[in-house]
């Protein structure tokens, strides 16, 4: 069994920055992608970056040049940096694992105060 555990939610003003982690339970490589993943109140669960197994990243277009997602093999880590963080990042963000499976964290609540 996999898991997958998330950190480093909180408040933060606007404009700041938050970096989240996800540390998995096995080695990522293991992984073909890793990704983060928010939900807001009311709305539907949305993919906010990716990284594959070979270091490539994409980001959605709401997040680009604010956010930047990168893995540390040796932890079995990935983060997720937010950099101007605005109001509307405001959600519970999700650590996603795929392989055979996918795998899902806990997830993280991230607040931006305006």
């Known amino acids: 069994q996999v898991q997958l555990v998330e950190s480093g939610g909180g408040l933060v003003q606007a404009g700041g920055s938050l970096r989240l982690s996800c540390a998995a339970s096995?080695?990522?490589?293991?992984?073909?992608?890793m990704s983060w993943y928010r939900q807001a109140p009311g709305k539907q669960r949305e993919l906010v970056a990716v990284?594959?197994?070979?270091?490539?990243?994409n980001y959605a277009d709401s997040v680009k040049g604010r956010f930047t997602i990168s893995r540390d093999n040796a932890q079995n880590t990935v983060y997720l940096q937010m950099n101007s963080v605005k109001p509307e990042d405001t959600a519970v963000y999700y650590c996603?694992?795929?392989?055979?499976?996918?795998?899902w964290g806990q997830g993280t609540q991230v607040t931006v105060s305006s």
């Open positions: 990284i594959t197994s070979g270091g490539s990243t």
């Open positions: 096995r080695t990522i490589f293991s992984f073909n992608a």
């Open positions: 996603h694992a795929a392989a055979v499976r996918v795998y």
